[in-house]
């Protein structure tokens, strides 16, 4: 038993590892004072959406979504199912986690390096964006689903409620820019897609590959920044 | 004697995939008439630097490295030879590229990637300063050598000459960002160490993680810019 428990809380790590930092104050805001939500950024690993017909392909008639671990959004959760993705040539990925609840349409989420190691060029898309995006076959315990399109590399994106949109001086479908403070590896990622909604928590996904690019699990500063215009020779877009 | 030489160039396209920029002329520069050099990104993949006795010991005494292709800074380059890196409980990665030529101590740089595959924590460090970091053993076809200490990620650098360190207003051992623009995955690097001498050809370094998380394969810019202090909001650092 307590082998099975060890190995369960490697999976879970590996699932979606978050760093959580306290948002510093404003100016305006004495130091504690600030209304600013606590920024998490999360690095999701590879993993996979199913529609409730190919749940019940891979794993049964019958089968629903069992859930393992409560993602940081409400409603959400990394599954006790898993799937293997097979792609061109053969190559595959043996364990790809499934998070819940189910959905419209399938959808495999994976880093660069996942893709390369697949042998898929993988495009970087926004969630349910998948017109025209690869496929593969996904190999549960008692059946085979071959996906024609859904393959993706999840872009960047911020979740979060209108409050902190407020805060933040930005609106649904804006972008900004996460800048971690590691060191000897700091990175701004720009392009961050803003997703607010009454609900969400302020949470930031990335993916390994770019939680691995500036060591996440180092940083020691996160921030989240609009994306504004300015004449310095810092600036992040021209 | 084809798939010999489809294996080779895939192996080697695996070894440095580069990408060259065009550096945009500065605006006092008509267009096509800037004298700063291109500029040139290289993925470095996991690799190793031996000593010449590491050399014999692993390929049989008496051996030496064998070039396979010219690296783009004179004078290095990719080895036939690759060694078998093996991490704590085993796990390994088989086929690791040496590049030459040979040095006073051996040295494994990995991706955070690779580190993990490895399970090793691996330590960001500039070349050459390996005091305290991880160990591994390195198997190779005629023998295996332990290393006490040698394996790390390599920090982002970039090499540069004289002339180029003069255009950007740096000097060696001064920190310059890396901007990469890239259809939505824009990333701006920072902390890239200047290593300026006399004969260095332009050439930033970075790593796998690295190089996907901006997917520098599809970017359409990349620009290096001295890390000057401004009071915008988008700066870079505070």
Known sequence: ????????????????????????????SPPGQS???ELVVSISARHCHLTDEHVEILFGPGSTLTPM????????????????????????LPNVRV?????????????????????????V?????????????????KGVVELDEGVIRAARHVHMNMRDAENYGVKKGDFVNLHVNSPQC??????????????????????????????????NKVELKKQEPCGCKNKVKE
């Open 1 to 28: 038993m307590v082998a099975t428990q060890m190995i369960d809380r490697n999976t879970i790590e590996q699932i979606v590892r978050q760093i959580v930092f306290q948002q510093s104050g404003s100016a305006e």
């Open 35 to 37: 209304d600013k939500s």
């Open 69 to 92: 671990r409560d993602l940081y959004q409400d409603g959400f959760y990394a599954a006790e199912e898993t799937v293997m993705v097979v792609g061109p040539r053969r190559r595959m």
């Open 99 to 123: 998070l819940g609840p189910t959905r419209p349409h399938s959808q495999v989420e994976l880093a660069f390096t996942d893709g390369i190691s697949l042998g898929l060029d993988v495009p």
């Open 125 to 141: 898309r926004h969630s349910g964006n998948i017109e025209g995006t690869p496929g593969c076959v996904l190999v549960g315990p």
């Open 186 to 219: 700091s990175v701004v990622f720009e392009d961050l897609l803003v997703r607010a909604d009454e609900t969400s928590k302020l949470e930031v996904h990335i993916d390994t590959d770019e939680g691995n690019a500036c060591f996440l699990d180092g940083a």
